[in-house]
């Protein structure tokens, strides 16, 4: 099983400002199979990312993502008030794996 | 527009089952998968298993395997997960999610994300 490693735990940082998250796998992944999500508090994920790089439906393109065999990354240029949540990555190869997740909170 | 809408919460006994609907709506059914992923309270997402509606494949993951089954009904596009022998830590919401397929030389393939999402589902499971 592909284990997804997230860094890190928590990320204070107020709006305006850039955010970098990084998704590390335990071995390679195939970038059209790596993908990220959003989740805010009492609410359903929220799929903002897939194959590594691109956008969902509806996501703002200040949401971007890259990467590729082990080491992944979102940014988020800008951060916007509805922003602060917690993300996650998730990947698929024989199965599904999520990583632990990235809190993004309000500094 | 798709939506999958969940059954409510249920409170479950210590080596009890539960099992949970999710109907779609607003798309072909038969044309995607459906995977479901719980939360335990406070926690990460963990990914349960996957169902293709278009052929009925499932792939379990394997800490539930033999106590988890996924199934669909192509008739009214509903998806279920039942899980068996529930424990203290089964308590969790669920959620089923739209898994997209991409047709590979005849054959549909999960394309690896999940685009749609339930409201989820408290079960609790508690003496």
């Known amino acids: 099983e592909i284990v997804l490693t997230q860094s890190p735990g928590t990320l204070s940082l107020s709006p305006g400002e850039r955010a970098t998250l990084s998704c590390r796998a335990s071995?390679?992944?195939?970038?059209?199979?790596l993908a990220w999500y959003q989740q805010k508090p009492g609410q359903a994920p929220r799929l903002l990312i897939y194959g590594a790089s691109s956008r969902a439906t509806g996501i703002p393109d200040r949401f971007s993502g890259s990467g590729s065999g082990t080491d992944f990354t979102l940014t988020i240029n800008r951060l916007e008030p509805e922003d602060f949540a917690v993300y996650y990555c998730q990947q698929y190869g024989s199965s599904w794996t999520f990583g632990q997740g990235t809190k993004v909170e309000i500094k | 527009q798709v939506q999958l809408v969940q059954s409510g919460a249920e409170v479950k006994k210590p080596g009890a089952s539960v099992r949970v609907s999710c109907k779609a709506s607003?798309?072909?059914?038969?044309?995607?998968?459906i995977s479901w992923v719980r939360q335990a309270p406070g926690q990460g997402l963990e990914w349960m298993g996957w169902i293709s509606a278009y052929n009925g494949n499932t792939n379990y993951a394997q800490k539930l395997q033999g106590r988890v089954t996924m199934t669909t009904d192509t008739s009214t596009s509903t998806a279920y997960m039942e899980l068996r022998s529930l424990r203290s830590d089964d308590t969790a919401v669920y959620y089923c999610?739209?898994?997209?397929?991409?047709?590979?030389?005849?054959?549909?393939?999960?394309?690896?994300?999940?685009?749609?999402w339930g409201q989820g589902t408290l079960v609790t499971v508690s003496s």
């Open positions: 999610a739209r898994a997209p397929l991409l047709l590979v030389r005849g054959d549909f393939r999960p394309m690896g994300y999940f685009d749609y």
């Open positions: 071995q390679s992944v195939s970038s059209s199979y």
């Open positions: 607003g798309y072909t059914f038969t044309s995607y998968g």
